[in-house]
């Protein structure tokens, strides 16, 4: 199955500390999208194109990354940033890859 | 405001057929390419297949192209998934999804439950 490698798996921080989610892409995508899911509900664009804030999100949210590895980054955790991430790959093949995703909890 | 809402889930038999649908407002429809993402209990995010505007292309992940059908009527403002010869390992909440340079909008999902 296509599936990005995200790492770590799990984490958890603790307010303030700063927070770096990893995804291996594949070469054959072109945009780079994060999505947030919060349990019990569907998920949300939170990043999209490498380095845009979807509506709303708060700008301690950052996204960088070129080639095969991308970043989403929270300056300064808080409580309400617990949640599960994925990154998502557009327009390689197939036209959609999601990440195996990233639990983020509050330590 | 973009809503999409799915309906026709259930408790559907191993071998059985389903089709579910998405109802879209709040954006215009016919300019958008649409698909839909399932979600097994407890797993992560599976991407089914996409459609454009005029039903002209349709792609399918690889590994499930025989099993799903993706279809649109755009005077009704509804995108389509036909599932076939359902197994246990479908089972899963299906999420409508707009698609602009990946997903943009999901819907609330819909839970298909595979089972005797």
């Known amino acids: 199955d296509n599936v990005l490698p995200q790492s770590p798996t799990t984490m958890a921080a603790s307010p303030g500390e700063k927070v770096t989610i990893t995804c291996h892409a594949s070469?054959?995508?072109?945009?780079m999208n994060w999505h947030q899911q919060k349990s019990g509900t569907s998920p949300k664009l939170w990043i999209y194109?490498?380095?845009k804030l979807a509506s709303g999100v708060p700008d301690r949210f950052s996204g960088s990354g070129s080639g095969t590895s991308y970043f989403l980054t929270i300056n300064t955790m808080e409580t309400e940033d617990a949640a599960t991430y994925y990154c998502?790959?557009?327009?390689?093949?197939?036209?959609?890859?999601f990440g195996s995703g990233t639990k983020l909890e509050i330590k | 405001e973009v809503k999409l809402v799915e309906s026709g889930g259930g408790l559907v038999q191993p071998g059985r057929s389903l089709k579910l649908s998405c109802a879209a407002s709040?954006?215009?429809?016919?300019?958008?390419?649409m698909g839909w993402v399932r979600q097994a209990p407890g797993k992560g995010l599976e991407w089914i297949g996409e459609?454009?505007?005029?039903?002209?292309?349709?792609k399918y992940s690889p590994s499930l192209k025989d099993k799903f059908t993706i279809s649109r009527d755009n005077a009704q403002n509804t995108l389509y998934l036909q599932m076939s010869k359902l197994g246990s390992e479908d089972t899963a909440i299906y999420y409508c999804?707009?698609?602009?340079?990946?997903?943009?909008?999901w819907g609330q999902g819909v839970m298909v439950t595979v089972s005797s």
């Open positions: 999804v707009r698609e602009e340079l990946g997903v943009d909008y």
């Open positions: 709040g954006f215009s429809f016919n300019d958008y390419w």
């Open positions: 459609i454009n505007q005029d039903s002209s292309a349709i």
């Open positions: 070469s054959s995508g072109i945009y």
């Open positions: 194109d490498t380095s």
């Open positions: 998502q790959q557009c327009c390689g093949t197939p036209p959609i890859t």
